[in-house]
């Protein structure tokens, strides 16, 4: 099992599914960092009716091939669905990405046999019919049961099956790779960091609608967006290959971001429990400094991006029409 960091669970799939031939899976995260997650009035999450990962499937064929087989159909009942996963699992050279259910998987995560939460994993079948799952996120691999697998297909009303077939692979082109972080780039404040400020000012101002025994189910989902952030040590590696950059003080920034908006959730949770609603304001001027920190490292970002276009690409940066941002 890689000991990355995780970033995005769908794409860390995928990037399992690129390595497999040996192929670079760094331009694979560019942009996860502006990801859209949903924000309603009871909270922050990374999942919804409305927010899916499907545009990043899309991505993937613009950047690796049209290497994508969806077999999974929403028309047809999980039995029958079931059976086209078995049908995928006998195929050697795809790999098979799955939704699942983490209330019926075992291995250390917190929603087991608690709560229904959407996970998306690599599963395997060996020669000998044993399957395997693999789960870069969780950073665990290791051998379930039929009925269990069974079991975690399908979370509530979601289901999601594709495979990867990785003989179609290719190594994405960096013109294409320079246009897909291009584009939808930009140097504002993060999305995820404006959102937690704005629903944390209406949960101090409104006791009625936000209590505080509550309020941790509202933040709880928003560390797992935080993580995305790790997909920019992945650009700044690929934008910073072959020149003389201090790779290790942005590694360890990207990860000083992430470890502090993980701690921040933790004192908001803290704070909540602790039954002081006016200590809440404190924790968004913590939220301000984390979003300097971020945009520090988007602007060393930059930087290295257009020092690489000139280089590599003489300036000149084709079109790559981002189907998350295009009207």
Request: glycine residues 6%.
């Amino acid at each position: 099992m890689t000991t990355a960091q995780p970033i995005h669970c769908m794409l860390d799939c995928l990037s399992y599914a690129v390595r497999q031939r040996g192929y670079d899976d760094r331009p694979l995260y560019f942009g996860i960092w502006d990801t859209p997650f949903e924000v309603g009035d009871k909270g922050i999450y990374y999942y919804s009716d409305v927010v899916n990962a499907d545009h990043l499937l899309v991505q993937f064929e613009q950047l690796y091939g049209k290497a994508l087989i969806e077999w999974n159909d929403h028309g047809k009942s999980k039995k029958e669905n079931f059976a086209a996963l078995e049908r995928e699992l006998a195929c050697p050279s795809r790999i098979v990405i799955i939704l699942v259910d983490l209330f019926y998987l075992n291995y250390p995560n917190q929603c087991y046999q608690v709560r229904h939460r959407p996970h998306i994993v690599v599963v395997e079948q060996d020669q000998e019919g044993q399957i395997y799952l693999r789960d870069s996120f969780f950073q665990w691999e290791g051998s379930i049961s039929r009925e269990v697998l069974y079991q975690c297909y399908y979370c509530l009303r979601s289901n999601m099956g594709v495979s990867v077939d990785t003989l179609i692979l290719h190594e994405p082109e960096r013109r294409r790779a320079s246009a897909y972080f291009a584009e939808p780039f930009n140097l504002a404040a993060s999305a995820l960091i404006t959102e937690m400020q704005a629903f944390l000012c209406k949960a101090i101002q409104n006791e009625a609608e936000y209590p505080l025994q509550t309020l941790h189910l509202a933040i709880e989902q928003a560390g797992v967006i935080g993580k995305r952030w790790n997909g920019y040590g992945k650009a700044l590696s690929y934008f910073g290959e072959g020149f003389d950059d201090d790779d290790e003080e942005f590694t360890n920034q990207v990860a000083l971001l992430v470890k502090r908006f993980n701690t921040f959730i933790l004192s908001v949770v803290r704070t909540a429990f602790s039954g002081n609603r006016s200590r809440l304001a404190l924790s968004i001027d913590n939220l301000s400094d984390i979003g300097e920190l971020e945009l520090h490292i988007k602007r060393e970002l930059w930087r290295r991006y257009q020092r690489w276009e000139q280089f590599n690409l003489g300036g000149e940066r084709p079109s790559f029409r981002n189907p998350a941002t295009a009207e």
